[in-house]
């Protein structure tokens, strides 16, 4: 990536993130106040869910190749090839090529899609594949969108490109539904001619671009996939459509989602998706399976780690068994209530075991973890209420010990800029960040 590509725009980014913030705090209180704070969130029906059969194993399971540093590390699992991207650097030069290579169709599912200098250079590549025929379908969310400038999306409208907003929290925008207006989608989905897809925390915005190139240098991870667990992509995609273009009795009619909820004897490479209602915790049952059955290693780096309590127990048990547990979370944080949140659970986290490591460069915003060295995941689900109950999110989980050791390898060199936290330190902090830490825990299910 040219050092010049993405110049740097950093004077709104801190007010920018604590906007969002305050959307989202008074949309959620204004639906207490309407009763429908939760609407959605419920799935304790336990129900029983068939298993697909597990397909044959391709013999090419066993071919590993380690790529340069600007493409990450690339394997073959059944049939998929998957690759490990790093950081905005790694990301959007192969997002950026995928999209020029694109034939036929574009498939763009984005919580943030700034209208700054890295997304404006997405919007312009779009318009060209649309000008060149390409079919491309874009879904922005409401409130991760919230001040990038409406003529960027007007523009590629014009050029031919399908651009839909996610629940409107403007009452006078189509579709506008105050029931739902808290319920956001936080994906990032890119899919390229229903052959390619990328997915993981990395949204399209100078804040993840290097520093070296003007950006903020964030923190973050994605994946790209190509192969058969692709349509599981595309399906997700295509749900996310028509649940904009269409009512939600037609979508519930229509579509059966094709992923399942992580079952051990499932796909190799499977992508999980938390769809409303049913699907709701799919995601939060594949990560509290794996942490149940692991037994030398929990590795985790999440950007707001406020886990419930089935999960903090799970990690709490498999301490008790033996297994060393280490979770790594941000030093300083786009979103300082949802820190101040975490924080407040430090105590019991330290005292059941689990290690806290505290990343101590730029923002740390990944979502990954690492289950013994044989599982891993890639994605948008953040080990929090939010995740849990209002957010769309998207997972790509990989059971595989090249992949998932390549992972681990990037944990550990992660930790060598990380600071462990301990349980004194945590003890002696001042009495009014203790205020703050109480405070916002009371409201952490809002954050």
């Not at 059969?53 to 990450?72: C, H, M, V, W, Y």
């Not at 890295?118 to 590549?125: D, E, I, M, P, R």
Request: charged share 25%; glycine share 8%.
């Amino acid at each position: 990536m040219p050092s010049n590509q993405f110049p740097a725009s950093t004077s709104l980014q801190r007010a920018e993130q604590n906007g969002k913030f305050l959307v989202r705090l008074g949309i959620a209180f204004l639906q207490i106040g309407q009763g429908t704070a939760f609407i959605g969130a419920d799935d304790s029906t336990g129900e029983a869910r068939a298993v697909r059969p597990e397909p044959p194993r391709d013999a090419l399971d066993q071919r590993r190749n380690i790529f340069g540093s600007t493409s990450g590390f690339e394997g073959l699992v059944s049939g998929n090839r998957v690759t490990l991207l790093h950081d905005g650097e790694q990301a959007f030069p192969a997002m950026l090529q995928a999209i020029a290579e694109a034939e036929r169709e574009i498939l763009l599912e984005m919580y943030w899609f700034a209208s700054d200098e890295v997304g404006g250079h997405f919007a312009n590549a779009l318009i060209a594949k649309a000008e060149e025929g390409v079919k491309v379908r874009v879904i922005y969310d409401a409130v991760g969108s919230i001040q990038s400038d409406g003529r960027m999306f007007a523009r590629m409208h014009e050029a031919g490109c399908e651009v839909e907003q996610y629940n409107p929290i403007a009452p006078w925008r189509a579709r506008f539904r105050i029931g739902v207006v808290n319920n956001r989608d936080h994906r990032k989905l890119l899919i390229i001619d229903r052959k390619a897809g990328f997915t993981g925390g990395v949204n399209l915005g100078i804040e993840w671009a290097p520093k070296s190139a003007g950006g903020a240098g964030w923190r973050d991870d994605m994946i790209r996939i190509e192969g058969p667990a692709v349509q599981q992509m595309c399906d997700v995609f295509d749900y996310g459509w028509r649940y904009v273009v269409e009512s939600r009795t037609v979508v519930r009619a229509r579509f059966r989602p094709s992923v399942d909820a992580g079952d051990a004897r499932g796909k190799r490479v499977r992508v999980l998706a938390n769809h409303y209602f049913r699907e709701r915790r799919a995601i939060h049952r594949a990560y509290l399976r794996q942490i149940e059955s692991a037994r030398r290693s929990v590795c985790i780096t999440n950007s707001y780690f406020v886990p419930d309590g089935q999960i903090r127990r799970a990690l709490a048990r498999a301490v008790e068994r033996g297994t060393e547990v280490r979770v790594l979370v941000p030093g300083t944080t786009d979103v300082m209530a949802a820190r101040h949140a975490a924080r407040k659970l430090y105590g019991r986290l330290l005292k059941a075991g689990i290690q806290l490591y505290e990343w101590q460069g730029s923002i740390l915003h990944s979502k990954t973890a690492v289950i013994d060295g044989r599982w891993c995941t890639v994605g948008t689900h953040n080990l929090d209420s939010r995740s849990l109950r209002f957010n769309l999110e998207v997972i790509a989980t990989i059971e595989d010990p090249a992949v998932a050791g390549a992972m681990e390898e990037r944990f550990n060199a992660d930790l060598e800029h990380a600071k462990p936290v301990s349980y004194e330190e945590w003890r002696r902090r001042p009495w009014h960040i203790r205020l703050l830490d109480d405070f916002f825990y009371r409201f952490h299910r809002l954050l």
